[in-house]
Nanobody, 127 residues
Framework: QVQLVESGGGLVQAGGSLRLSCAAS????????VAWFRQVPGKEREFVAG????????NYADSVKGRFTISRDNAKITVHLQMNSLKFEDTALYYC????????????????????WGHGTQVTVSS
């Protein structure tokens, strides 16, 4: 069982930045692909970004390309989502997700492809 804990959400003005973090309780992310999703009330959960455990494969939603960056620390203990040039429409509850994927490969944007989820961290962007 992989327990994920997100942190770093908050309230920020449009144009500002936030850095989200995701940690796996009691373990590293070695051999695990990790992704960020977001959801607003009444809408489906939306893929934001993800990368393979080695970092060699990365995928971003078109809506965040050039503004958001997913990264891992060298010890693969924490995965970060750096969010720059935030827009009002980025407001959502942001979730970290993981799945065992030792051979890397395709980063699926489909929520059902991910096995483990955190409880989310709220990001609110004021216009």
């Amino acid at each position: 069982q992989v327990q994920l804990v997100e942190s770093g959400g908050g309230l920020v003005q449009a144009g500002g930045s936030l850095r989200l973090s995701c940690a796996a309780s009691g373990r590293t992310f070695t051999n695990y692909a990790v992704a960020w999703f977001r959801q607003v009330p009444g809408k489906e959960r939306e893929f934001v970004a993800g990368n393979s455990w080695s970092g060699g494969t990365t995928n971003y939603a078109d809506s965040v390309k050039g503004r958001f960056t997913i990264s891992r620390d060298n010890a693969k203990i924490t995965v970060h989502l750096q969010m720059n040039s935030l827009k009002f429409e980025d407001t959502a509850l942001y979730y970290c997700a993981a799945r065992y994927s030792p051979y890397g490969g395709y980063i699926s944007p489909t929520p059902t492809a991910w096995n483990y989820w955190g409880h989310g961290t709220q990001v609110t962007v004021s216009s």
